[in-house]
């Protein structure tokens, strides 16, 4: 049996926890805080992130590290963008030296503009053939139900995506191989700033011609930033990229969605973030990406007002002006 640890008891930890049980194999999830553990060990259930979702008996929960790496061929991780490399640091003498680590995160690193990957690579000295991805369009609570899903799993050694692969494939969950990481969690973590922007419109009345406008164009600067950054054009088309893209900017599921919807209805940044209790990447991530995009001479437009509006006290409607009084162009896709 395949033993694997994830590390992180939120939304997505514990629902890819339940779809690594449904494929078939020995999962024990780490949580931090022993109430969630308890939770997950005695109901069954992490009321705190997926109300009335039932979880399968055979998930094990458990606040230790020790316990919970022991042995893990596969160690997912499923922590804010932003904390994980403090807690790799903290994890590494636990992890099996031969065990794939997998991001199921969608972020960049503030400051240093690393993805996710690009942390692991640092923090642990592991080689690409031990470091893969899953991404996909997958709503927590969605994937929960076990209603028809399907993910990409990407390492940079094929042998290892396939691995990864049967690990995680159940008949409600179609799993893809990709050796496109960079493509992958590119467009898993910009998407996220897409959304935002999505949100914004949504909350501000505007209806789906306003909406498609940003999805698409948004697809378009994704793509550039990626073949820019070495990505493979053709993941942008797929389920990582159009696919999570579509997902999250029209899922009501979607917390980046959300905090933009809460801003564009008029709220402060200060009180959409009290009100948020769930990790929206997009908001931090919004400026390492542009500062990606600078670096690489990329122009990401959509980007770059999401930024302003997160992090420079840029006004929605100073915002919306700036992108519709762009200069006239031909329409391009890509580079
Ligand atoms: N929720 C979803 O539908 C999906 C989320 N993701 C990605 O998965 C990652 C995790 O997101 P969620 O589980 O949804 O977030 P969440 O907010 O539901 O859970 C985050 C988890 O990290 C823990 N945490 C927070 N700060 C921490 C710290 N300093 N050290 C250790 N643990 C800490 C929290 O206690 C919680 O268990 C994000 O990058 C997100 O983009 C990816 C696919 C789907
Ligand atoms: O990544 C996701 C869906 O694939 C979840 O999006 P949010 O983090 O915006 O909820």
């Not at 061929?73 to 003498?93: G, H, S």
């Not at 099996?96 to 240093?112: H, W």
């Not at 542009?290 to 840029?314: N, S, Y």
């Amino acid at each position: 049996m395949t033993r694997v640890a994830v590390m992180g008891a939120g939304s997505w930890g514990t629902v890819f926890a339940k779809v690594l049980v449904d494929a078939g194999c020995e999962v024990v999830l780490w949580g931090r805080r022993a109430e969630v553990v308890r939770d997950v060990n005695e109901r069954h259930a992490n009321g705190e992130y997926l109300p009335e979702v039932a979880l399968p008996e055979g998930l094990r929960a458990t606040t230790d590290l020790a316990e919970a790496l022991e042995g893990a061929e596969f160690v997912c991780l499923a922590v804010p963008a932003q904390t994980l490399r403090e807690n790799l640091a903290a994890w590494a003498p636990h992890i099996p030296s031969d065990a794939v680590l997998v991001s199921l995160m969608k972020g960049i690193e503030s400051g240093t503009t690393l993805r996710m990957s690009e942390v692991i690579a640092e923090v642990l000295g592991a080689g690409p053939e031990r470091i893969g991805v899953v991404c996909g369009p997958n709503l927590a609570m969605e994937i929960a139900r076990g209603e028809p899903g399907a993910a990409v799993a990407a390492c940079s050694d094929e042998e290892t995506a396939q691995r990864l692969q049967a690990a995680c494939m159940t008949p409600y969950f179609r799993v893809y191989t990709s050796t496109d990481v960079v493509g992958c969690e590119l467009a898993g973590a910009v998407k996220n700033v897409i959304a935002l922007c999505v949100g914004i419109a949504t909350g501000l009345g505007f209806g789906d011609s306003t909406k498609a406008l940003l999805m698409t164009r948004g697809l378009a600067e994704i793509t550039r930033l990626g073949v820019a950054l070495g990505a493979l054009e053709p993941t942008f088309a797929g389920l990582a990229g159009l696919g999570d893209l579509v997902a999250t900017c029209s899922s009501p599921y979607s917390r980046n969605r959300t905090f933009g919807e809460n801003l564009g209805r008029g709220m402060t940044l200060e009180e959409v973030i009290a009100v948020t209790k769930q990790t929206a990447e997009g908001v931090k991530s919004s400026r390492p990406v542009l500062t990606l995009a600078q670096k690489h001479f990329v122009e990401m437009p959509i980007t770059e007002v999401v930024a302003a509006v997160m992090h420079d006290g840029v006004p929605i409607e100073e915002a919306t002006l700036k992108l519709m009084s762009r200069s006239p162009k031909p329409e391009r896709y890509g580079v």
